[in-house]
């Protein structure tokens, strides 16, 4: 996940979709990115399982899927827990 979100664009197309599903061309309009690029990180994103497709009439729309960022937000926090429990750990050399 953060290696996905990692992309200033990936970034950028997660945060507009959290506002609501959005096709290409809005999302080409709102990041100033060619079709092809957006497309790009929009299929990455979907292969993640961060983001869903839609047809809508001649358009397809994305969304963000909820659930992939609470999972994500889980694991990052337990990794922080971890962080926390063994900061003053040091394995012997």
């Not at 497309?39 to 839609?54: D, F, I, N, T």
């Amino acid at each position: 996940m953060i290696r996905l979100l990692a992309d200033p664009l990936r970034q950028q197309i997660v945060e507009l979709l959290a506002d609501g599903p959005a096709c290409t061309c809005h999302l080409v309009d709102d990041t100033g990115a060619k079709q092809p690029t957006v497309s790009h990180h929009l299929k990455v994103l979907r292969e993640a399982g961060l983001v869903e497709s839609e047809p809508y009439g001649r358009f397809t729309y994305y969304r963000l899927v909820p659930e992939s960022l609470d999972a994500a937000a889980a694991e990052l926090t337990a990794l922080a827990g971890r962080a926390r429990s063994n900061a003053g750990e040091r394995r012997a050399c």
